[in-house]
């Protein structure tokens, strides 16, 4: 089975760190990744940019307009995510316990099952 083990960031939580725990939380990304490798459980994963340099397309009348943004009043945004594929939700979330995000006071990763998955291998 397929899991998306999903990031958000709170900037609010992530400025109120000081740098060994910001490097803490980073150095334990790498062993995640490390530990999921070598298991064979890890099939993907992305960090995404800050929301700042995203944009935003929206079709109105067949005609495509792209603004910037998003510039939402949200205080989380996506920040990135694993794919794991694993034997069980449980041992889904036994790996989302692993991510150093899900230690952070107000943060937690979202654990959420695949129903379709395509790409160029699939």
Request: proline content about 5%; glycine content about 10%; hydrophobic content about 40%.
């Amino acid at each position: 089975m397929k899991f998306l083990l999903i990031m958000h960031n709170n900037p609010r939580i992530w400025d109120a760190l000081t740098d060994e725990e910001r490097k803490e939380v980073m150095s334990g990304h790498g062993t995640f990744m490390e530990t999921v490798k070598e298991s064979g459980e890890l099939v993907s994963t992305a960090a995404l940019a800050d929301p700042s340099q995203s944009a935003v397309v929206r079709v109105r009348g067949g005609v495509p307009a792209v603004t910037d943004g998003p510039y939402l009043e949200a205080k989380e945004y996506l920040g990135g995510y694993y794919l794991v594929e694993c034997d069980s939700r449980e041992r889904a979330l036994e790996l989302a316990a692993l991510i150093p995000d899900a230690a952070l006071d107000g943060v937690g990763v979202e654990v959420r099952p695949v129903v379709f998955a395509g790409g160029i291998d699939g």
